[in-house]
């Protein structure tokens, strides 16, 4: 539902399958460290979220880059692909590549031919940080929006991959994240109370003081939300109380009070004062609040959201911050089989000697990402690229 029927069911069902066993592998074989406890994300229907105690990625990334390096594997970084080769006979052979490329300047480097002797497999990520190529896709996204992501998520490796043939849909849905801190830069850190303490918890009020949304929808609905209100000129804040970080404290011990230290979320005694720091109507505020505690001893949100875990809010500290949202996810891309073969665009069957997964691929998400599926979507995905160009012809 979430995806609004864009997805394929096939890969949505395979990721599901063999989401535990990649989980169960990351812990075994890589040695990565998880936090205890769950979290639920938007648009999930139960508490499944799992963080690494790195807090991101990051926690992922390097146990792999660790484990290359004991196998005495060295990654390749600079280094741009120009041109994906593709022979007479419509097999990929290999890459054209500018060596020691300097981020952005394009021609930079020596070019240099690498031969596959097996396959070449793109896992390129998205392009959420190239302005003019996302505007061709949505031309609301302009660069009046910041990205989470780093400056090298462009385009050159959609379009090349385009231009050998692979099939591309859904380029067009790209997916902003509703709960980034107006404040920091990019992903920033402070996010994480946005959603998982007042996103949970919480609540979401313009400088109204009214809810305007199920703060535990998904993506796509929240920001879209939030995109409604600013342009009425409103600023939308996460207000939740102390009390409500504790599910988030018993993963991240610390994080809220060092959110409040660096200045990314205010904490104050009383509701009035949060309200002047926001410009919030704090009579509409506090009758917000009243009102969806008075929810939340019913059992039941006046506008859906899950509150079977959450407390009536009725002392504070309070807390609160800013959000904004920036440009995140590409949905669409590549379209592979299970096998995680190129298909091609005129015949509708594998390229040869070509595979991709992650965020360079389509499928999946449909018009929406659920938070924390990304990641699996790439370990599991990736894995089969892989194992698939091994056993390459």
């Known amino acids: 539902m979430n995806g609004l029927y864009l997805n394929d069911p096939g890969k949505v069902r395979f990721l599901a399958q063999h989401a535990k066993s990649n989980y169960v ?16 994300e938007g648009g999930h229907s139960h508490p499944r979220s799992h963080t690494t105690k790195q807090g991101s990625g990051a926690g992922i990334v390097t146990k792999q880059l660790a484990r290359l ?14 041109e994906i080769v593709r022979d007479a006979s419509g ?9 020691g490329y300097r981020f952005p300047k394009f021609g930079t480097g020596r070019v240099k031919y690498i031969e596959a002797k097996k396959a070449v497999i793109l896992c390129h990520g998205g392009f959420s940080a190239d302005v003019a190529y996302r505007m061709l896709q949505d031309p609301k996204l302009t660069d009046k929006f910041q990205t989470t992501n780093q400056p090298g998520a462009t385009s050159e490796l959609w379009r090349e991959a385009s231009r050998i043939g692979a099939l591309e849909v859904q380029n067009d849905w790209i997916q902003c994240t509703p709960w ?6 990019g992903m920033g850190v402070s996010w994480s109370f946005a959603q998982y303490v007042a996103g949970e918890f919480g609540v979401w009020v313009t400088t109204k003081g009214e809810r305007f949304v199920n703060e535990n929808a998904n993506r796509k609905v929240r920001a879209d939300a939030i995109l409604v209100e600013q342009g009425k000129g409103l600023r939308c804040i996460a207000v ?12 991240r011990p610390g994080f809220v009070e060092k959110c409040v230290k660096d200045g990314l979320v205010k904490q104050s005694d009383t509701l009035e004062a949060i309200a002047s720091a926001f410009g919030i ?47 995140h996810h590409c949905m669409g891309g590549i379209v592979t089989n299970l096998r995680c073969e190129v298909i091609d ?3 509708l069957k594998p390229i040869p000697g070509l595979y991709a997964a992650g965020e360079a691929t389509s499928g999946v998400h449909g018009a929406v990402r659920m938070g924390t599926n990304a990641i699996f979507d790439c370990l599991v995905f990736e894995r089969v690229a892989g194992l698939s160009a091994v056993k390459a012809a």
């Open 25 to 40: 592998w990351t812990v075994n074989e890589l040695k990565v460290e998880w936090v205890d406890g769950i979290g639920m």
């Open 69 to 82: 390096q004991e196998m005495g594997v060295k990654p390749r970084t600079r280094c741009f692909v120009d």
């Open 91 to 99: 097999r990929v052979r290999g890459l054209k590549v500018y060596e």
């Open 180 to 185: 980034n801190n107006a404040i920091e830069k």
């Open 240 to 251: 939740a109380n102390l009390a409500a970080g504790a599910a988030l404290a018993e993963r």
């Open 281 to 327: 109507d704090a009579a509409a505020l506090k009758k917000t609040i009243e009102t969806y505690n008075e929810g939340v001893k019913a059992g039941k949100d006046a506008l859906g959201k899950d509150v079977s875990r959450v407390k009536p809010m009725t002392e504070g500290p309070w807390l609160a911050m800013e959000m904004s949202p920036r440009i």
């Open 345 to 347: 665009v005129k015949t």
